[in-house]
């Protein structure tokens, strides 16, 4: 999951957090305690001299929960025969995910999970990705085949 910082923490302050359902903040702004996937308000807020509370507006954040990695690709080899060229096909293939050939000789992959431009007899990892909500990609793990 990903985290949150109080990048201008101040342990003089007190912060409040709505929901309050035990989010803390701890020493250098570290928040600790949320829920991923939740909506919160943060406050910091001093007590004044003249025993009244000074807070700041609220601050939204949302930490988004821990992204799944991809299934690990299946592929399907068709050996080459007399009349024909070996083929290749992704059985589990979803568009929504990039994927990536090593070597990186041009081979891809197209609609229904076809696979097109390796070189027959090639050894070949392919690995799927996703981009995370946070930027980051996550990766299956890497499917050895060779036509």
Do not use: K, M, R
Not at 104 to 129: E, H, L, Q, R
């Amino acid at each position: 999951a990903g985290t949150a910082t109080i990048t201008n923490y101040d342990a003089a302050l007190t912060y409040t957090f709505a929901p309050n359902d035990g989010t803390t903040v701890g020493a250098g702004g570290v928040i600790s305690g949320f829920v991923p996937g939740t909506d919160y308000t943060v406050t910091a807020s001093s007590e004044a001299q003249n025993g009244d509370d000074c807070s700041s507006q609220p601050v939204d954040f949302n930490v988004s929960p821990a992204t799944d990695a991809p299934d690990q690709p299946v592929v399907e080899v068709t050996d080459a025969t007399c009349d024909a060229a070996g083929t290749a096909t992704i059985t589990n293939y979803d568009a929504t995910l990039t994927y990536t050939f090593a070597p990186n000789d041009g081979t891809t992959v197209g609609a229904g999970g076809v696979i097109s431009g390796f070189v027959p007899g090639t050894d070949y990892t392919v690995t799927a990705s996703s981009e995370a909500q946070n930027g980051d990609d996550c990766s299956s793990q890497p499917v050895d085949f060779n036509v």
